[in-house]
Each structure stands twice: as structure tokens, then as C-alpha cells.
């Protein structure tokens, strides 16, 4: 049993410290893997959608260039397929170097097939120098429909990162709620951590200064010793031995000087 009252208010506030430390740690740590997932996670989608972007953006630009081609400006028309070529493939091995989701590589590979059709398409148009009438109906029954099919390709995976991005933004808030939970936890403790102080100020100081005060008024000569009854065997214990040991001094020194 710890006897000394300066151990006891020490030990008391060294536990209310390290619980709010813990708490404060378990929150940085919560909040610090939060941020680290939060950024990877959002970095690599926000990275896939721009690359589809790009994908979406030349292959519009082919799709005119191909209609370029087909109104007479051949050069402008190829120059704009090549270009676009290179910056869809580009963009589609920047793509695949930055697999994010479980299904994106089955959306990639649904992008190359169905772009594949499509350039090819175009360049059967560009390759067999076909008539005008002829380019345009190659072009309107064939390269259009398969135009739209790797345009929707694309659009597929850029829904897919985007609604991941919406999905982290659900488990960032889920996560803040858990990291929230250590400093709820740490205010919890401070309110019981108080209450059980005062209870224990009562007990360990309010208490035994009442009773000491209470036998001192009480007190007669006669008595020949405090009654405080104190049952803690710390400091105030001590007090009360020490004055009744001060009380046995003077009346045998009174009772010498009597007699």
C-alpha cells in the first residue's frame, strides 16, 4: 500500500498523462495513415482519369482527322491520325503502369481492342485510297460505329476511377471517425480522471483534515490524546501521531512541573 501522499497525487497525474499521451498517439498515427492512403489512392486515380482524358481527347482529334482526310486535306488529316495515334497509346501505357483498381486491366485491354478496330478502320480508309464515296460510307458504316465503341471503352474507365475516388472519399470520412475515437476516449478519461481526483482529494485529504480539526476541538487535557481515527497510514496518519505524541510531552511536563 503506497503510504506517502506525495506518490499518490504523482502516480495520479502520471496516469492521466500517458493516457493522453496514448490517445494523442494512436490520433497522429490514425490521421498519419489517412493521409498517406488518402494521397496514393487519389493520386493514382486522379492520374488514370487524365490519361483517359487524354485518350478520349485524340481520339476526337483522329476522328476529325479522318473527316479532314475525307473532305480533300489529306496532309492535315494524316498528320492529325499519326499524332493522335501516338498520344493514345502514349496514354495507354501510362495507364497500365498505374493499375489502381482490381478491374482496370480488363478495361484497358477492352480500350486497346476496341481502338485497335478503329485505327485499323481508319487506315483501310487512308491505305486503300478509296473514292469519297466510298471513304464515306467505310467511314459511316464501319469507322463511326467503332468510333463510339472505344469512346465508350474509354468513358468506362474513367467511370471506374472516378467512382473510386467517390469510394475513398466515404472511407477518408470513416477513418476520420475512428481517428477521431482516441481524443474522445482521451476527453472521456480527463472528465473521469477529474472525478475520481476529487473523490480521491475527499478521501485522501478533505477527510482526515476534517477529522483532525474536529478532535482538536473535541479535545480535552483529560483525553490525554486526539480521537481522529485516521485509517490512511500516510502523512495526515503521521500528523495525528506526531501530535498526540507532542500532547503526551506537555502533560508530562506539566505533571513535573505539578509535581
Known amino acids: 500500500m503506497i503510504k506517502s501522499l506525495k506518490i499518490k497525487i504523482l502516480l495520479s497525474f502520471t496516469l492521466l498523462i500517458f493516457m493522453l499521451l496514448g490517445a494523442g498517439i494512436m490520433s497522429i ?20 482519369i487524365e490519361s483517359a482524358k487524354k485518350m478520349a481527347d485524340a ?32 496514354a495507354i501505357s501510362e495507364t497500365d503502369s498505374n493499375i489502381t ?38 467511314f459511316e458504316m464501319e469507322t463511326q460505329t467503332l468510333f463510339f465503341n472505344t469512346k465508350k471503352a474509354i468513358n468506362y474507365l474513367m467511370a471506374l476511377n472516378q467512382d473510386q475516388m ?11 471517425r475512428r481517428a477521431m475515437m482516441p481524443a474522445i476516449v482521451s476527453i472521456a478519461a480527463a472528465v473521469i480522471f477529474v472525478l475520481l481526483f ?13 477529522k483532525l480539526i474536529n478532535s482538536i476541538k473535541e479535545f480535552y487535557p483529560e483525553k490525554g490524546r486526539l480521537n481522529a481515527h485516521i485509517s490512511s497510514q500516510d502523512e495526515f496518519k503521521t500528523l495525528e501521531e506526531e501530535i498526540n505524541n507532542l500532547i503526551y510531552r506537555l502533560l508530562k511536563k506539566r505533571d513535573n512541573v505539578t509535581e
Open 198 to 210: 476529487n473523490f480521491f482529494i475527499a478521501i485522501y485529504f478533505s477527510h482526515p483534515i476534517k
Open 166 to 176: 467517390y469510394r475513398q472519399s466515404g472511407i477518408v470520412k470513416e477513418k476520420s
Open 59 to 90: 481520339l476526337e482529334r483522329e476522328n476529325n482527322g479522318i473527316l479532314l482526310w475525307l473532305i480533300g486535306d489529306r496532309d492535315s488529316g494524316m498528320e492529325a491520325i499519326h499524332h493522335s495515334d501516338s498520344t493514345i497509346r502514349k
Open 29 to 48: 498515427f490514425e490521421f498519419s495513415n489517412i493521409g498517406d492512403s488518402v494521397d496514393k489512392v487519389l493520386k493514382n486515380n486522379y492520374q488514370s
Open 101 to 138: 483498381e482490381a478491374e482496370e486491366p480488363e478495361y484497358i485491354s477492352a480500350i486497346i481492342q476496341a481502338y485497335d478496330l478503329y485505327h485499323t478502320s481508319v487506315l483501310k480508309i487512308v491505305d486503300d485510297g478509296s473514292s469519297l464515296g466510298e471513304g464515306k460510307n467505310r
